[in-house]
């Protein structure tokens, strides 16, 4: 089956952050048969940042992610969030935003042998990691002030 989405652990500093799962698919077999599940989820930059969870860091902070199972990639695309509110305002709300309106940038992150996921994360961005496991893919999305 799917993993869990519910067990993976975000650690920025001393806090832990739980970001948002957003979209992701999963391929697995039930009863001889292949099947894939796919959930869908506004873009990462269809969020308002208030209510979204946050890490609080003053300066750049390294945040380590595990997970149920082992990652197998990711790739990480960071949003300023002045330029995401200045994209809400235009388009009467952040759920109203194209995804092709706010340029991302993609940084480093590093994947461990165990399957841990590491970044260095900055106030006032939003981070959005698409994370691969060996049946399927999640992406998570979480602030930092």
Known sequence: PAPDLGRYAFACGTEEVHPLACSSTWTFEQDGEA???TTDAPH??????????????DEPTEVTASFDEPATFVDVTRY????????SEAAGSA??????DVIGEIIDAGLGKDGTVSLTVEPG???ALE???????????????
């Open 35 to 37: 099947m894939t599940v």
């Open 44 to 57: 990462p930059v269809q969020y308002e940042a208030d209510g979204m969870p946050a890490a609080n860091v």
């Open 80 to 87: 300023a969030e002045d330029d995401l509110a200045a994209a």
């Open 95 to 100: 759920q109203d935003v194209a995804a092709s």
């Open 125 to 127: 961005y939003r981070y």
């Open 131 to 145: 994370v691969g496991f060996e049946n399927g893919i999640c992406m998570y999305v979480f602030t930092v002030r």
